[in-house]
């Protein structure tokens, strides 16, 4: 019992955020878990104890193939140890799920809310604050930040790394600034791909359903004795969401990546691994635009292109320099260019280094330090009357410098980590990220932890100094009762502020027997600063030569004057119901209370609103092996209503069944999506596009490799 | 960026003087290679098919060349699958009762000879299975890996679950 609970703890592999050294080190040197086999996995508990042959002999091989043995001695955390929220995404995981993308695999981990909202656009956030550009979630693909901190979002779409490559993806959920900095506000997803020495030879998988039709083609070879390479490539079409009737929208998304990963280990103690990869993807998706003279009272349907390109290059270097020193040395560059709405036509460039290190320098003290620089290259050009900037291009820079101490206070009892990220950007000055945790493990089947953190999430290009009219209230709707359109226009300001938020943190986990565990996680965020659009002026729309107007415009300023507090809970419930037969119970609350603002004397409103967040999630995973080669997954989720229902409650079900042949090859059959013929998931609605649904699919997915 | 290149510069004289200060321990690391190359070969076998009856012990002999075959000795009286291990220190070049013959690094015309229906061959090193051996445990680094040669094991009658097809760092059929 007490030994499938360790394996399915190691399973789920340590990320020991703010409190494992290693992962600490790769997060914090590198701004991720970094390198696959050099990090968390190290971790596993049947190896802890070094000496030990059994322990590691009745490790499972998954884990076994990416431990590096440099990393036995060190000192290790699971997920059971450390001091918050953490949810890992295995392989095995991923290979089990019906999701063919990393939005889809994100729907299962509780805590995370994703909703598809345009063709292209996935909102993904965590403990609030959702929608296209979901400001407080950061991510990273091995050690790069794919957040783009100068929209504040996500491209998700862009990521479009073939499945079978990725090792695992780590969930933190809380803020995670005192190591990663700025932006890391409501969580932190690491997204890890494999080791190339681990996927020699070719690999191929195809995919091919009513909605999508998507295949991969890896290559990994020797380059010598100590290194290996991965090269691959792949391509996805995909029809996307459709109107409430299930007419699509746009056309169909046609996407492709190639990439390269060589890792090169010169010596015991040396670890190198070189990444580069480019992306594109094209498609048109329906949008609404609005009349440019501000006449029509409608917004009007348009198919507007959507195109990308993005490119990048990252090269890392770990050294074990003693049994108490590890290094790490990162760099990485890279450019994206998006073209979507009809006039946004986007060029992004960053270009980063960090260095961290991880001593030991006895048994109660466990320090990670690291410096960093970055610096961001944007050009926006919108050819918009309606939608300008301050200016077209801008540099962004950062310099940031972190200091964590993990204290044992009591061994393998009580551990007390305290640290704190400073950072110096060229738009809001200094900021400071604190935190503290505490980890109390009062017998080996209960821990018990808490934190209070401090994040803050900069200001985004529009927040800063956009002019943006991209919607209208048609006259006598909801939001406009008067006889004429209203034309909401936002302006940025050069004032704006930082978001700030301090968190509260919570936890438990306990092993209860009989291969069940169960980990919950509390918080209470209170934010401050937060981006609240003022009204600034209302004023009539006049066509030249009439003497009435035709529409107003309502100009709203951003503002960093917003107050919010967020509560709530997530659980999950895991075991083995009978031999063969796994089970995953979820649940996710969420609470908000919008402080009153003293300009109106009502609450404040908030750009991403606290309502596009469900207050309930839950879902219910089951995997079932029926023979060696004979695998069913079933997922069952429900997702809470939206904005008071303007996006009603919904039950998903997607379902994987699998055959795997003696020589390796694998067929599955695979539903999403079963209970409707389609569901609207997500509505902003400040983003110009129409009610998007997302419909039922079904697909056979074959993966060989030779 | 004025302040950026400074602070470029500042990481590299830091790790520069890391590098150079600190000598630069040669660790022990190879023991901890070793117990983990004995952990995968372990495993493995947990997921092999031998023909005839899996019932009864499962012979594990090691050539006592092999440096690591002390850490090979742990596997004794354990159970892998259905089957208790033992395991046999090869002196000679006698590998009848062998279910599983541990080689280390052999050349071809030691694999072929050891090589036989319902024998497992495994062995050291990224040309291992090229040699004709069926499991090949290699290094890179301190992490240890293994490759499968499917058309050895076919040879041997030998199943590999589709686990280890999954998991193999580089398979040949």
Not at chain 1, 362 to 385: L, M, Q
Not at chain 1, 591 to 600: A, M
Not at chain 1, 607 to 626: C, D, M, R, Y
Request: aromatic share 10%.
């Amino acid at each position: 019992m007490k030994l499938s609970f360790k394996h399915l703890a190691t399973a789920a592999v340590s990320l020991g955020v703010f409190s494992t050294p290693a992962f600490a080190l790769e997060s914090g040197a590198t701004e991720n878990g970094a390198e696959s086999h050099a990090t968390p996995s190290d971790e596993s508990a049947p190896v802890a104890d070094p000496a030990s042959d059994n322990d590691l002999l009745n490790t499972p091989l998954e884990e076994l193939l990416v431990i590096e043995s440099t990393s036995v001695a060190k000192k290790r955390q699971n997920v059971e140890d450390s001091a918050a929220a953490v949810y890992v995404i295995t392989q095995e995981e991923i290979r089990n799920s019906a999701s063919s993308n990393i939005p889809d695999l994100l729907r299962s981990v509780p805590g995370v809310e994703v909703g598809q909202l345009i063709n292209g656009g996935t909102a993904v956030s965590i403990r609030g604050f959702n929608g296209r550009n979901s400001n407080s979630l950061l991510v990273m693909v091995d050690g790069r930040t794919v957040y783009v901190s100068t929209l504040s979002g996500v491209f998700w779409d862009q990521l479009q790394i073939p499945l079978s490559d990725l090792e695992r993806i780590e969930v933190v959920r809380g803020p995670g600034a005192t190591l990663w900095g700025a932006n890391a506000v409501n969580g932190v997803i690491n997204i890890i791909t494999k080791n190339s020495a681990d996927t020699l030879g070719t690999r191929t998988d195809a995919r091919i359903g009513n909605r999508r039709q998507e295949g991969s083609l890896a290559y990994g070879a020797r380059l010598g004795e100590t290194a290996t390479l991965r090269a691959h490539g792949s391509y996805r079409r995909e029809q996307g969401l459709q109107t409430a009737d299930g007419v699509d929208l746009g056309t169909t998304q046609e996407s492709g990546d190639v990439g390269l990963r060589v890792d090169w280990s010169p010596s015991e103690r040396d670890n190198l691994t070189f990444q580069a990869g480019y992306k594109m993807g094209s498609f048109e998706s329906q949008t609404l635009d609005i009349d440019p003279a501000l006449m029509n009272p409608n917004p009007i349907p348009v198919n507007s292109p959507v195109e990308y390109e993005e490119v990048y290059a990252l090269a890392r270097w770990s050294r074990r320099q003693s049994d108490k020193l590890d290094l790490t040395l990162q760099a990485y560059a890279g450019n994206l260019n998006r073209e979507e709405l009809g006039f946004f036509d986007f060029g992004w460039s960053i270009a980063d280094l960090d260095f961290g290190a991880n001593w030991r320098p006895n048994e109660t003290h466990d320090i990670n330090f690291g410096f960093g620089v970055r610096a961001i290259w944007d050009e926006v050009n919108a050819s918009n009357p309606n939608a300008t900037f301050d200016k077209r291009k801008n540099t962004d820079t950062w310099i940031s410098a972190y200091l964590q101490d993990d204290i044992s206070l009591v061994k393998d009892t009580l551990r007390l980590t305290v640290g704190a990220k400073v950072e110096r950007n060229n738009f809001t000055g200094f900021e400071f990220q604190p935190g503290a945790r505490i980890f109390f493990r009062p017998d080996e089947n209960v821990a018990i932890w808490g934190a209070v953190s401090r994040a803050v999430r900069t200001p985004s290009r529009f927040e800063r100094g956009a002019d943006l009219t991209l919607t209208v209230l048609s006259p006598q709707t909801e939001f406009n009762p008067t006889p004429l359109p209203i034309f909401p226009r936002l302006t940025g300001s050069q004032d704006i502020e930082s978001e700030n938020l301090t968190a509260f943190e919570a936890g438990f986990r306990a092993d209860l027997g009989a291969g069940w565990n169960v980990d919950v996680a509390a918080y209470y965020n209170k934010y401050s600063e937060l981006v609240e659009p003022t009204p600034v002026g209302f004023a009539p729309n006049l066509f030249p030569g009439t003497p009435f107007p035709f529409s107003f415009t309502q100009t709203s300023e951003f503002q960093s004057r917003g107050k919010a507090e967020t509560w709530g809970f997530e659980a999950v419930l895991k075991g083995e119901v009978v031999s063969g037969w796994d089970a995953q119970l979820s649940y996710s609350n969420f609470n908000f209370d919008n402080e009153i603002d003293p300009l109106t004397g009502s609450p404040f409103l908030g750009f991403l609103p606290l309502n596009g967040s469900p207050e309930h999630q839950a879902s219910v995973e089951n995997t079932f092996k029926i023979s060696d080669s004979i695998l069913l997954n079933t997922e069952l989720r429900y997702v809470d209503h939206l904005l008071d229902g303007k996006v009603p409650s919904y039950v998903d079900g997607d379902v994987r069944l699998r055959y795997e042949a003696p020589n390796g090859l694998e067929v599955s059959l695979i539903g999403e999506n079963l209970f409707e013929d389609r569901r609207i998931e997500f509505l902003q609605l400040s983003y110009p596009a129409p009610p998007s649904f997302n419909p039922r699919s079904f697909s056979v997915e074959l993966r060989y490799r030779f | 960026m004025f302040q950026s290149s400074s602070m470029i510069r500042k990481a590299i004289v830091a790790l520069a003087v890391f590098g150079a200060v600190l000598p630069s321990q040669a660790a022990a690391q190879s023991s901890k290679s070793s117990q983990l190359k004995a952990a995968i070969v372990f495993n493995i076998l947990r997921f092999v098919d031998f023909p005839g009856s899996n019932e009864g012990a499962l012979t594990f002999c090691v050539s006592s060349r092999d440096p690591d075959a002390s850490r090979f000795r742990a596997f004794s009286g354990r159970t892998a699958g259905s089957r208790q291990v033992s395991v046999r220190l090869l002196s000679s070049d006698s590998y009848a009762g062998c279910d599983v013959v541990y080689l280390g690094d052999a050349n071809a015309s030691e694999i072929a000879s050891a090589s036989r229906r319902g024998t497992l061959v495994m062995g050291d090193g990224s040309r291992f299975i090229n040699r004709g051996g069926a499991v090949g445990l290699v290094r890179t680094g301190s992490q240890v890996r293994f490759e499968l040669n499917l058309k050895a094991t076919n040879q041997s009658d030998i199943e590999m679950s589709s686990r280890l097809i999954r998991l193999a760092s580089r398979i040949t059929r």
